[in-house]
């Protein structure tokens, strides 16, 4: 057995995780819009609240694209796990390793082929 590429067992830990992060970031994104639109609803009694609710509704905008963002990649992790290709990376087609996988499962780069850090990539 390949110690770098996760085992049946590993794959199936991974699909529950997968599957319970998508249900996360589905929560996330429904009480962010959730949010945002009681934000745009209140009244705005004076210039300070009007720039107030502004800066709040860009930072659940910007919650909402990260979790929709998350939930993008998760979903497309789940469809590799369905298709055979999970572990695989999707730039140069080299195993991505098991360890890698197991702490990010929605990545879909192996460590060569992932932007640095400063890019923000996974």
Do not use: Y
């Not at 780069?109 to 923000?120: E, I, K, M, T, Y």
Request: aromatic fraction near 2%; charged fraction near 30%.
């Amino acid at each position: 057995m390949n110690n770098d590429f996760p085992s049946q067992d590993d794959r199936e830990a991974l699909r529950h995780d997968l599957a319970a992060r998508a249900g996360l970031w589905r929560e996330r994104i429904a009480a962010a819009e959730s949010s945002a639109a009681d934000l745009r609803a209140e009244c705005d009694l004076d210039a300070a609240d009007s720039g107030a609710k502004t800066t709040s509704l860009e930072e659940e905008h910007a919650r909402t694209e990260e979790a929709r963002s998350l939930l993008e990649q998760t979903l497309a992790a789940i469809g590799r796990l369905d298709n055979g290709t999970f572990g695989i990376c999707t730039s140069c087609g080299t195993p991505i390793g098991r360890e890698r996988l197991m702490a990010l499962p929605h990545t879909e780069l192996c460590v060569n082929c992932r932007p640095g850090p400063a890019h923000g990539g996974t």
